[in-house]
């Protein structure tokens, strides 16, 4: 299997809660590489261009809110399926019954209450992670 890139975003919730380095920590100890690192406030056409899949859905408005509410760390990682392998490592979309082990499992919690509020993205297709990177990296 030739080498995978994947986008992360660590959400505000992750960056205000000064969870960057945990989440990077274990990103790292699985033994990914971190290629690029940046902070970003993220404009509103970015966050529309990111989540375009989910325009329409009932939770698209709170989610581009929420991710414009504070800067996001975005980072392009590469290492072998890491695009199926950081999904795993991140746990399921609701940190509520994400397992325990995961970022959203163990470190997600009634902090946010919202879904949305789960720290962390990862692109989910290669074709997605293409366009992910290419949007926050350029
Ligand atoms: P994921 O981030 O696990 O890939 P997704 O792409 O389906 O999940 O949705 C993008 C984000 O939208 C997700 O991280 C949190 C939010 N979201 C998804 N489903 C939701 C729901 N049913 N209610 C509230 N927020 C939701
Ligand atoms: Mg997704």
Known sequence: TPVEETLVLIKPDGVARNLTGEILRRIEAKGYQL????MVQPSRDLLAAHYAE???????EPLIEFMESG????????????????RSLAGTT???TAAPGTIRGDLGRDWGLRVQQNLVHGSDSP???ARELALWFG
């Open 127 to 129: 074709e997605t992670a």
């Open 35 to 38: 290629v690029d690192l940046r």
């Open 94 to 96: 609701d940190p509520t």
């Open 54 to 60: 989910h325009e329409g859905k009932p939770f698209y």
């Open 71 to 86: 800067p996001v760390v975005a980072a392009r990682v590469a290492g072998n399926r890491v695009i199926e392998g950081f």
